[in-house]
Nanobody
Framework: QVQLVESGGGLVQPGGSLRLSCTAS????????MSWYRQAPGKERELVAT????????SYTESVNGRFTISRDNPKNTVYLQMNTLKPEDTAVYYC?????????WGQGIQVTVSS
């Protein structure tokens, strides 16, 4: 059974930082590309960042470029999202996704709230 478990969310003040983690089990983690998505209240889920299976290629949505960094540790079956200079508009539930061709698996999501 495939499981993706996010951790590291919470409440942070504007300008602060958080690091999200997503640990996978039940799949050959090193074969899967990984993405982080987020969904704010009343909005559609949006793609935030993606990293290739080997970790050499990354991409970001424009609104987080230069502030967020996606990385992975394949021996630990974990992908990270380092979030710096957080803004109130980053408030959302954050999800990780593992995908390989037509296969995809989602985590349950974790809340990030940026507020003073």
């Amino acid at each position: 059974q495939v499981q993706l478990v996010e951790s590291g969310g919470g409440l942070v003040q504007p300008g602060g930082s958080l690091r999200l983690s997503c640990t996978a089990s039940g799949l050959a983690f090193g074969r899967y590309a990984m993405s982080w998505y987020r969904q704010a209240p009343g909005k559609e889920r949006e793609l935030v960042a993606t990293i290739s299976s080997d970790g050499y290629s990354t991409s970001y949505t424009e609104s987080v470029n230069g502030r967020f960094t996606i990385s992975r540790d394949n021996p630990k079956n974990t992908v990270y999202l380092q979030m710096n200079t957080l803004k109130p508009e980053d408030t959302a539930v954050y999800y990780c996704k593992a995908f390989l061709q037509f296969l995809q698996y989602w985590g349950q999501g974790i809340q990030v709230t940026v507020s003073s």
